[in-house]
Every structure is written in C-alpha cells, then in structure tokens.
C-alpha cells in the first residue's frame, strides 16, 4: 500500500500552480501569491522628510544655548520656499521636506519658543538627527515586492506606497464540494431514524476556506448512480479541485470510484497507508483534481490536511504545500497500538504537544481543540512524557 509521502508525491505532481490574474488589492486578495516582480516608482521618501515636529537648523549652529531666527513655517504636505542660511531655522512638522541648508531637526520639546525666535537646547545634536534622507525605504527600480511573496496586509501598505492598486496574482482555487451517503440530512434537520446530520460538508467548506480556496457547497448526494453521476459531472465542469465524502471504500454502496471512471477521471491511487483516512481516492481529470475523502469526519479532516490543503496551496502558487512537521517532546505519556501509521490529535502548547484522548476516526469532538497530528509509527508504542515525537502541524 502506498505510504503517505508517496501519495503525497503524487498529488504535488498533479498540482499546477493557476494561471495568474489581475486582482485590485481589496481584502479578499489576503494571502494570494504574487506573480510578478513589483518595482518602486519613486523614491521613498520622494525628499529628505522630517520625522518630528521642531525646527530645522545647521546643526553647526547648534552650539548651545543658542538663539536661532524662525525663517518659515513647513507643515506637511508644503515645501520649503528658502534655504537656511548662518543663525536661522524653520519650523517644521512630522512628515514635511527638511529645507536645503538644514541638516537636522530638533524636536520641540528640546526648544523654548520666543516669538520669532527660538532658543535651542539640545545638547544631543548631530547631522541628520530626525531626517529621513530620500530614498531611504527604497529607491525607484528596486525590486520591492518579488514574485512568489504572499500578500500579507503589509505589502498591501508596500504596494499601494509604489502607486499599485492592482497586481498579477495567482487566483485562489476553486473547490466543489459534495457529501455523499444515504444517511445524510443538512444541520438543520432532525435525523429521522438511520440517518446522521451532515458535518463534512460544514467542516470541509471552511478548511477550504481556511486554506486560501474558494470553496463551493454543492449539498448531499444519494448513494444512487445516475444521481452521482450527474450531479459530479456538473460539480467536475466547474473547478479546480473536487472534494467528495464518502462512498469511496470498498462496500457494495461505494459507488464514487466508478461513477467517477466513468466520468473519464483518471485513479492515481485509492488508499494509503495510514490511520485513520486509509480508503483515500485521488485523481484527475485534465487539470481538475478530485478528491474521493473517506465519509468518517476525522479521517476526511486528516486527509484534507495531510492531501488536500497541500494541493491547495500548490495550486495558489506557495512555494512549501506543507504541511508544517516539526519534531516536539511529549507533554504525557502516550500509548498506542496500531497496523499501520497513525495520526493522533494533539495540541502544541509551551514547546510541548500533548495527546489528546481519542474515540478513533468517528470521534470528531475530540478533535475541537487539535492543532497538530502526532505521527505514530505501526506495531506497540509506548512513549513517556518527554520523549521526542514527529508532529504534522494543522
Ligand atoms: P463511508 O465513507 O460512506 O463508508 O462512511 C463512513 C462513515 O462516515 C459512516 O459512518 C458514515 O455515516 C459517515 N459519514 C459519511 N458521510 C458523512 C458526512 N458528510 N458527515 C458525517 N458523517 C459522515
Ligand atoms: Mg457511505
């Protein structure tokens, strides 16, 4: 049976990042990946800026106590009308063009005001005390935002600073999702008898979301061919990535794999080596991947992290898919006993991932307050508290 990072291989293999688009910079490109190299247009700042509010002097003429004569007002958004010359200065406000001649602003808290006059007393003075020479930030031509950086709310201030309300990006993929079975009734009805609410297709929805998609909720499916066969085929039409639930094992009413033959999907594996999640289907049809998750919630939450969200970032242009491992002493101890792999839920806290106690794959309440997977090889294991164990980060 294939191991988890084999088919994780394969699923990278078949994930092209999307063609980029121009997007205006509006909350919703948060997170998209850049496509192209972003230049400064001009310098930054565009002139020696005063970062206080004071005076403007020759730091020469600094000595003090010293008396200097007030030549001009500069407040932001002026410019200077006059060099200063031996023994003047101008008052200047936070944000204004420093004045030729000046070399430092004193700020007002280090002067007495006497009229047109103003006595210095800032024994701190040197040249280029509270100026910001021009170009200090960036330069116009610098390359300040480069392709492949992730748009967080600071390169919007960057971008917007270079004169760019709109960039190329890579779009965020579109993800379908349907949840197959039966059994199944959306959260607002009442189960009659047999039947169990629908939580896959809530939970899937926002870790789409939660991993840069735009996820599209197409409702519940029959365990009934002809209706999974048109209504996958419309749901194929129309993204970049499909997500089914349930009806991928091997029982008589696992219908998915085969209508999804038949809709011309190509399998490129149907089950992998771990626990819980093992029926696991992946394939593709022409540049759209599918997704057949196992129809137990926490098995379809592992394969979504360990599967899903990796394709899903690949497919919006991030460099590393992830997911994050990262190596952490156990906060308990940890027993287990298992055929295969195992993703155990735990939470990170203090350097230190504790387990946390677990019904197995139908048991997603304990799953509320997971932040990480604790990957347990196969066969007896018996941990102590303190003991090194790999984690996947979720
Ligand atoms: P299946 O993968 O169809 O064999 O389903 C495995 C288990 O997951 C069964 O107990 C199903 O009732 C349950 N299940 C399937 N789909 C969902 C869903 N959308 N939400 C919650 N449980 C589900
Ligand atoms: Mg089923």
């Known amino acids: 049976m294939l191991e988890v990072a084999d088919a994780r291989e394969i699923v990278l293999s078949h994930a092209k990042p999307l063609s980029p688009v121009r997007t205006a910079l509006t909350p919703d490109s948060l997170g998209r990946v850049l496509a192209e190299d972003v230049r400064a247009d001009i310098d930054s700042p565009p002139f020696r800026k005063s970062m206080m509010d004071g005076y403007a002097v020759r730091v020469a003429d600094c000595t003090v106590p010293v008396e200097l004569r007030i030549v001009e007002e500069i407040p932001a958004g002026a410019v200077p009308t006059r060099p200063i ?96 079975g039966d059994e199944l009734v959306e959260a607002n009805a009442a189960p009659g008898p047999g039947q169990i609410r629908n939580s896959n297709g809530p939970m899937l929805s926002a870790l789409v979301h939660r991993a840069g998609g735009v996820s599209r909720y197409l409702g519940i499916v029959r365990d009934d061919l002809g209706e999974l066969r048109t209504r996958i085929g419309e749901a194929l039409a129309d993204a970049d990535v499909l997500l089914l639930t349930g009806g991928v094992s091997v029982g008589k009413l696992d219908l998915v794999p085969g209508v999804l033959e038949e809709l011309g999907v190509v399998a490129h594996f149907h089950k992998v080596r771990m626990k819980p999640g093992k029926p696991l289907l992946f394939g593709s049809r022409g540049d759209t991947l599918v997704f057949g998750l196992p129809g137990n919630p926490v098995s379809g939450l592992v394969g979504f992290e360990l599967f899903v969200r990796p394709a899903l970032r690949k497919l919006a242009g991030h460099a590393d898919p992830g997911p994050m491992t990262a190596t952490l002493p156990l906060a308990a101890d940890l027993s287990a006993s298992h055929d295969r792999p195992t993703y155990s839920p735990g939470v990170v806290e203090a350097g230190r991932v504790r387990p946390l106690p677990w019904a197995g794959s139908g048991d997603l309440r304990s799953m509320l307050m997971a932040d990480a997977f604790i990957v347990l090889p196969p066969g007896e294991v018996r941990l102590k508290v303190g003991e090194q164990v790999s984690v996947a980060v979720c």
């Open 85 to 180: 010359a031996a023994g003047e200065c101008a008052r200047i406000f936070t944000g204004a063009p420093v004045p030729d001649g000046a070399d430092a602003v004193v700020m007002q808290e280090r002067t007495e005001p006497l009229g047109d006059r103003v006595r210095v007393t800032d024994t701190a003075l040197s040249p280029g005390r509270n100026v910001m020479p021009r170009g200090k930030e960036m330069t116009a031509g610098d390359v300040v935002l480069s392709a492949g950086s992730v748009l967080n709310p600071v390169a919007f201030g960057v971008l917007a600073s270079v004169g760019r309300a709109e960039v190329a990006v890579v779009p965020a993929p579109r993800v379908a999702i349907l949840a197959t």
